[in-house]
T-cell receptor, first 110, second 112 residues
Framework: EDQVTQSPEALRLQEGESSSLNCSYT??????LFWYRQDPGKGPEFLFT???AGEEKEKERLKATLTKKESFLHITAPKPEDSATYLC???????????FGKGITLSVRP | NAGVTQTPKFQVLKTGQSMTLQCAQD?????MYWYRQDPGMGLRLIYY???????DKGEVPNGYNVSRLNKREFSLRLESAAPSQTSVYFC???????????FGSGTRLTVV
């Protein structure tokens, strides 16, 4: 059974204080690892897909990396508008089903 | 840019009532999904449809049925609602790996 664990559950940062969110996974045959952002009362919004260990992708202040056991979402100099819940998910089958972690709630104080 | 449209956005049901959640996508995606999201539990897959004409159970299918009406529409039915089905329901669609899901804005369902 695929398992995805995200840590910490919640993270509070000061504006400009860089940090990382962790997603560890136990799967058989990873086809892709996905990061989503979810704002309160809204559906998740796609951020990145990573496919193989060593891969990195960036978007504005966010950078996602992947190893054989975990992925990190690095947030550089965060702003209050980066406050959201960040979800990690893995795909291992042919049907593109995703198994999600429970999410990390990030709060960035001005 | 409609993407994935879910209706209704909010619903209150009494125990034992039935209802259908509607989902439509305009991106010509083959695959569609229904998830529920509960505090502390994350997103859990209820049912999915890999292509028009096919449906399969996910992690938590009990108490639900689905219909893939055509390529655009995928509905979720609660035949006899229970308080344990109080949740936020999300529909999503995808072209498949390597593409991510596009989610709808959700339906917040309360069963009393």
């Amino acid at each position: 059974e695929d398992q995805v664990t995200q840590s910490p559950e919640a993270l509070r940062l000061q504006e400009g204080e860089s940090s990382s969110l962790n997603c560890s996974y136990t799967v058989s045959g990873l086809r892709g690892l996905f990061w989503y952002r979810q704002d309160p009362g809204k559906g998740p919004e796609f951020l990145f897909t990573l496919y193989s260990a060593g891969e990195e992708k960036e978007k504005e202040r966010l950078k996602a990396t992947l190893t054989k056991k975990e992925s990190f979402l690095h947030i550089t100099a965060p702003k209050p508008e980066d406050s959201a819940t960040y979800l990690c998910a893995v795909s291992t089958g042919a049907n593109s089903k995703l198994t999600f972690g429970k999410g990390i709630t990030l709060s960035v104080r001005p | 840019n409609a993407g994935v449209t879910q209706t209704p956005k909010f619903q209150v049901l009494k125990t034992g009532q039935s209802m259908t959640l509607q989902c439509a996508q305009d991106m010509n995606h083959n695959s569609m999904y229904w998830y529920r999201q509960d505090p502390g539990m994350g997103l859990r897959l209820i049912y999915y449809s890999a292509s028009e004409g096919t449906t399969d159970k996910g992690e938590v299918p009990n108490g639900y049925n689905v219909s893939r009406l055509n390529k655009r529409e995928f509905s979720l039915r609660l035949e006899s609602a229970a308080p344990s089905q109080t949740s936020v329901y999300f529909c999503a669609s995808s072209e498949g790996v390597p593409y991510g899901y596009t989610f709808g804005s959700g339906t917040r369902l309360t069963v009393v």
